[in-house]
Each structure stands twice: as structure tokens, then as C-alpha cells.
């Protein structure tokens, strides 16, 4: 699950630094705030990756995906990039804990002796 996890966070800290550049452009917003709150939502990515194996790691990472779809009352194209994201964090975690199980299943295997 980490490394599904992970890819997804890595690339939602890119698609939020992009989403800066074009928030930027946004005469209500000053430049200072959107690189403020773009470079919290970015080091929060970059924790989340190592986080994402421990209690409350994959909750943070859905409030993550909620932010990220709340941002596009302010960059509108966030609203698909985020639903893109949230979708791609749900696969993360249902296949990467299928994965997860299906490793412990093999290497408990591999631990019986056989039976030959």
C-alpha cells in the first residue's frame, strides 16, 4: 500500500505546485497566500508518503484529497484534478491493501515447510 500510496502523493505535490502557478494569476489572492497555503498542502504530501503505513496516515490522506478538491472554489480546473486524485488515492489504498495481504499470504507460505 505505501508505494501506491506514495506515487499518488508525489503526484499530487506536483499537480499543487501547478495549481499555484495558475492561482498566481488571481487578482484577489495575494502571492504570498497561495504560496503559503500550496507549500503547507506540498509538505503535507511529502509526510503523508511516509506516514501512510501508520495509524490515522490514510485518514490525513483523505482530508488531503478533500482540500484538494475544495481548492477549486479558487482554481476551477481543481475540481476535476482533485476528483482525478481522490479516485486514484481510493485505488492506492483498496489495491495496495490487497496487495499487502496477498504478500503476508505468500510469505507465510514460504515459512511452512513442506509437507513432500
Known amino acids: 500500500?505505501?508505494?501506491?500510496?506514495?506515487?499518488?502523493?508525489?503526484?499530487?505535490?506536483?499537480?499543487?505546485?501547478?495549481?499555484?502557478l495558475v492561482a498566481m494569476k488571481d487578482p484577489g489572492l495575494s502571492v504570498s497566500t497561495v504560496w503559503t497555503v500550496c507549500g503547507v498542502a506540498?509538505?503535507?504530501?511529502?509526510?503523508?508518503?511516509g506516514m501512510v503505513t501508520r495509524p490515522g496516515g490514510v485518514a490525513l490522506g483523505w482530508a488531503l484529497q478533500i482540500a484538494l478538491?475544495?481548492?477549486g472554489f479558487f482554481?476551477?480546473?481543481?475540481?476535476?484534478?482533485?476528483?482525478?486524485?481522490?479516485?486514484l488515492w481510493w485505488a492506492?489504498?483498496?489495491?495496495?491493501?490487497?496487495?499487502?495481504?496477498a504478500k503476508?499470504?505468500?510469505?507465510?507460505?514460504?515459512?511452512?515447510p513442506d509437507a513432500a
Do not use: N, W
Open 1 to 20: 500500500m505505501r508505494t501506491l500510496c506514495s506515487s499518488t502523493l508525489i503526484g499530487e505535490f506536483f499537480i499543487i505546485g501547478f495549481a499555484g
Open 42 to 49: 506540498m509538505f503535507l504530501c511529502l509526510v503523508l508518503c
Open 69 to 71: 478538491v475544495a481548492s
Open 75 to 87: 482554481v476551477p480546473h481543481m475540481f476535476f484534478m482533485g476528483a482525478i486524485f481522490g479516485a
Open 92 to 101: 492506492s489504498v483498496h489495491y495496495g491493501r490487497k496487495v499487502d495481504e
Open 104 to 112: 503476508a499470504r505468500f510469505a507465510a507460505q514460504a515459512d511452512q
